[in-house]
């Protein structure tokens, strides 16, 4: 997958989108990680 930009517009309207996409994989990602650490912490209490 070779991508060519040939302006700087391209450029920067790529670069963004691809910004946006890792943020929101980051918004929802980390949430999740946090509520899977601490459900593991309050089952292992319980034994």
Do not use: N, S
């Not at 517009?9 to 990602?29: P, R, S």
């Amino acid at each position: 997958m070779e991508t060519h930009f040939f302006t700087l517009q391209e450029f920067m309207t790529f670069t963004k989108g691809v910004a946006y996409l890792l943020m929101g994989c980051g918004l929802i990602g980390l949430p999740l990680y946090w509520i899977f650490l601490t459900g593991r912490d309050d089952e292992m209490r319980r034994f």
